[in-house]
């Protein structure tokens, strides 16, 4: 923590790239707290691939923490790179918004972007990490090794209410590699992941494989989700938004470095 706050302490102004998340959201707390909430703007991109609750918490964080809080709109749908869904969509997307935060950089006099990566997100798969070294984005709390445990104890101390945040990605990321991105399958999987957690399921995933739905939950969640009838009233509002089929995936909810966990399970007797 000191070896971050002395990183900060280095620069004149600061622009951070605040997704709403617990990662960005400590990073800002922590730059307010080095060089003052004169030094540090906030900025958020707004499209259809990030759900509402996302901007509606990342304009929350920034007029608690009163910092200047910029939104861009992004436009990652008008791009056939983008849309056409291939490994390296992450990288498409990240060079577009990348490319509205510099400009918006430039005209603020900042040479200094940030974003919230850490030590845990180099050890996944992610193309939109070469983004951020073309654009000369740093990435602090990765620099100093912070890990997403840690991060959250450190965000728990701090009083900030998104140390226990679940883990984000963007929408797009629920569809198969291969099949287009549409505003309309965004708006399938939004309103989809947004009914679960209005019934009390805080990390979830609503995967895309053309016309079915494959549910990730965390697994202490699959046997409530079960026993509490939520499969019956599920299927029926998932086929209302349009899909054929819904199936629960039973290995749950994990991140991509997680997906080998299923190894290391206990034998069925």
Known sequence: ???????????????????GGKDSTFLLKTAKD??????????????PIFTRDEIENA???AKELNIRHILVETHQLDSPLFISNT???????????LERIKEIANDLGISKILDGTNMD????????????????????????GLTEKEIRSLSKEMGLNTWDRPSMACLATRISYGEPITVDKLKMIAEAEE????????????????????IELEMGDI???????????TVIKFKELGFDRITLDLEGYRRPYEKKRQDNLKRCP
């Open 1 to 19: 923590m000191q070896r971050l706050i002395s990183l900060l302490k280095g620069w004149k102004r600061v622009l951070i790239a605040l997704s």
């Open 34 to 47: 080095a060089l003052g909430e004169d030094r540090v703007y906030a900025i958020t991109a707004i499209s």
């Open 59 to 61: 304009k929350a964080i």
């Open 87 to 97: 490994p390296k969509r992450c990288y498409y997307c990240k060079r577009q918004i």
């Open 121 to 144: 997100d180099i050890s996944d798969y992610r193309p939109g990490l070469k983004a951020l070294e073309e654009f000369d984005v740093y990435s602090p709390l990765k620099v100093v």
């Open 195 to 214: 009914y679960l957690m209005e019934m009390g399921f805080r990390q979830v995933r609503v995967r895309m494989h053309g016309k079915v739905a494959r």
């Open 223 to 233: 046997k409530r989700f079960i026993d509490n009838h939520c499969h019956n009233r």
